[in-house]
Every structure is written in C-alpha cells, then in structure tokens.
C-alpha cells in the first residue's frame, strides 16, 4: 500500500493513501489524528486541492485542516 504526504508543517500531517481512498490527518502538536474516508475525504480533497492552486502558506494550509481538528482526537502511535 503506498501512502502520499500531501502536507507537513509543524503543527499538522496529512497523507492520502490512495488504494483505500483515505486520509490520515495528524495533530502534531496533540499527537492525535483521524482517518478520513469516502465523501469527507472527498470534501478535504477538493478543498486542499483548491487551495494549493494558489499556492498557498503553510499557515493556510493548517488553517484549513484545523477545520478538522474535532475530528482527530484518536491517539497517534509512533513506531
């Protein structure tokens, strides 16, 4: 299975792993995270691809997915 790192930043992860259709999002800060799939992943898909059209800061970036921060509040592990 392949995993694709679409953003890194301080604060936030995000990796797609296209053959599940899914997205991890990682708090960093928290180090809690969420696994996103069918139409809400669809949702944070189009929206992360729209805003980097535009070549955006990090910070516009975390904004966006601190949009989801409710949603990642499983413990990550680290290996």
């Known amino acids: 299975m392949s995993a694709n790192v679409v953003f890194s ?12 259709d899914a997205i991890e999002l ?3 800060v ?3 995270g969420a696994w996103i799939r069918g139409d809400m992943a669809a ?3 189009s ?7 535009r070549q ?8 966006v997915i601190g949009g989801y ?3 990642m509040n ?3 592990c680290y290996h």
Not at 9 to 20: A, D, N
Not at 47 to 53: C, G, H, R, V
Request: charged share 25%; proline share 10%.
């Open 43 to 45: 949702v944070l898909r």
């Open 74 to 76: 499983l413990p990550v």
């Open 26 to 28: 990682v708090d960093n």
């Open 69 to 71: 921060e409710a949603l």
């Open 9 to 20: 930043s301080p604060y936030y992860q995000v990796v797609e792993y296209p053959e599940l």
């Open 56 to 63: 955006p800061t990090a910070e516009e970036v975390d904004e």
């Open 47 to 53: 929206s992360l691809q729209d805003i980097f059209a």
């Open 30 to 32: 928290r180090a809690t």
